[in-house]
């Protein structure tokens, strides 16, 4: 079938072939309802795989995504591929790609499982979009559910302030077996559990954190007054961005975290003179001992030696610290209006789905009031 001309002037043809005449009829139908919706196939399609569909999004359909992004969604779609993915793309049903997430769902969590069909039906879109496949099989197919994930623990009252205790006063820290470096002082891990726990900044803002963003003394003779404050306005992403615009915040710091990074901010003077012309002005308020950003791993190798030194055993992760602000908050009697703001969600919904497990199950505010308007003398 000639589908037009190329620039070179030669017919641009597309062939079809079957052990059957009626096999050969029945392509070349497909092929002209192909053309009917706009869809021109290139050369090769009918036996392009979903598995090559995948690749081809991951190399050419994530422009911009970090390396950490594009990792994420190949290890989501790896099990879906181990099932469906010799199959060619044009021929994949619905059934099959139900086949494949219920697969998945046997051994990987629920969100694990979103992942990868959302993963999947973008590859798909991907190719859909390059003239490769006429629908989009995977958007008919609902997301089974899978295992029980992981889930956010919350650090009690008692268990932070031994947390501060056991930070406070750590001594000299081993970032990996037989390897010691001297210049890990304790005020490092404190000041991040500090501002972690006091002000619940995710993670990946902390280890962004600069500190031409910190201001210890405020302005207290300003109108009105400027307390101490950090401002969250990057983090270790891509280009930098916070996770959500309504996340750039700037938040007051309380007195502790006041004293506990000006207590860094002395150590790390120090260390730029052991260092010598070996440090990297990196700006950034925790940093290696070589002024350089620390490492996510580094950060929970640290967290998790706090933890057992407390005595709650090390299964604890450092992004529990903010699951533990929202508690500590929520049981205070914050309304979940003023959590989100404080913790930078787009919205309030945000805040009860993600640390359901961590708010106050009971709204006690109309009650409370009740009781003292008609209280009975």
Same mark, same amino acid.
């Given at each position: 079938m000639t589908l037009g001309y190329t620039e070179d002037g030669k017919r641009d043809r597309r062939k079809v072939s079957g052990q059957t005449k009626a096999a050969v009829l029945d392509k070349l139908r497909e092929l002209h309802k192909d053309l009917d919706k706009g869809i021109i196939p290139k050369a090769g399609y009918a036996h392009y795989t979903v598995r090559q569909a995948a690749e081809d999004w991951l190399a050419n359909g994530l422009d911009g995504r970090s390396a950490k992004t594009i990792k994420k969604n190949q290890?989501?779609?790896?099990? !879906?591929?181990?099932?469906?993915?010799?199959? $060619?793309?044009?021929?994949?049903?619905?059934?099959? %790609? #139900?086949?494949?997430?219920?697969?998945?769902?046997?051994?990987?969590?629920?969100?694990?499982?979103?992942?990868?069909?959302?993963?999947?039906?973008?590859? !798909?879109?991907?190719?859909?979009?390059?003239?490769?496949?006429?629908?989009?099989?995977?958007?008919?197919?609902?997301?089974? $559910?899978g295992q029980e994930g992981r889930p956010s623990k919350s650090l009690t009252l008692e268990q932070a302030v031994g947390v501060i205790t056991a930070a406070e006063t750590l001594p000299v820290m081993e970032l990996r077996p037989g390897l010691k470096d001297v210049r890990r002082p304790a005020a490092l891990m404190y000041a991040y559990i500090i501002l972690? /726990?006091? +002000?619940?900044?995710?993670?990946?803002?902390?280890?962004?954190?600069?500190?031409?963003?910190?201001?210890? =003394?405020?302005?207290?003779?300003?109108?009105?007054?400027?307390?101490?404050?950090?401002?969250?306005?990057?983090?270790?992403?891509?280009?930098?961005?916070? $996770?959500?615009? #309504?996340?750039?915040?700037t938040v007051g710091l309380p007195q502790m975290a006041v004293e506990a990074l000006r207590a860094l901010l002395e150590g790390q003077a120090d260390e730029r003179l052991l260092a010598g012309e070996k440090w990297q002005d990196t700006g /950034?308020?925790?940093?290696?001992?070589?002024?350089?950003?620390? =490492?996510?791993?580094?950060? #929970? $190798?640290?967290?998790?030696? %706090?933890?057992?030194?407390?005595? +709650?055993?090390? &299964?604890?992760?450092?992004?529990?610290?903010?699951?533990?602000?929202?508690?500590?908050?929520?049981?205070?009697?914050?309304? !979940?209006?003023? +959590?989100?703001?404080?913790? &930078?969600?787009?919205?309030?919904?945000?805040?009860?789905?993600?640390?359901?497990?961590?708010?106050?199950?009971?709204?006690?505010?109309?009650?409370? !009031?009740?009781?003292?308007?008609?209280?009975?003398?």
């Open positions: 290890n989501v779609l790896e099990p !879906i591929l181990k099932v469906a993915g010799a199959r $060619k793309l044009r021929e994949l049903s619905a059934a099959e %790609v #139900r086949q494949a997430l219920s697969k998945m769902s046997t051994g990987y969590s629920s969100a694990a499982v979103t992942m990868g069909h959302l993963a999947l039906k973008r590859a !798909i879109r991907h190719a859909e979009a390059n003239d490769l496949v006429s629908r989009n099989v995977a958007a008919l197919v609902d997301t089974p $559910k972690s /726990l006091l +002000i619940g900044v995710r993670t990946e803002e902390a280890r962004a954190l600069r500190w031409d963003h910190v201001d210890l =003394d405020g302005n207290p003779h300003a109108n009105p007054p400027v307390p101490p404050h950090v401002a969250v306005w990057r983090s270790v992403r891509v280009h930098g961005e916070t $996770k959500t615009e #309504r996340s750039r915040r /950034l308020v925790f940093t290696t001992h070589l002024g350089t950003a620390l =490492d996510a791993g580094n950060v #929970r $190798k640290m967290f998790k030696r %706090v933890c057992k030194t407390t005595g +709650i055993g090390d &299964g604890w992760t450092p992004r529990e610290l903010r699951t533990s602000f929202v508690s500590l908050m929520s049981h205070r009697g914050v309304s !979940i209006e003023e +959590i989100a703001r404080l913790v &930078g969600h787009a919205s309030t919904r945000t805040t009860e789905v993600v640390y359901r497990r961590e708010l106050r199950p009971v709204i006690t505010t109309g009650a409370e !009031i009740m009781d003292e308007v008609f209280r009975r003398s």
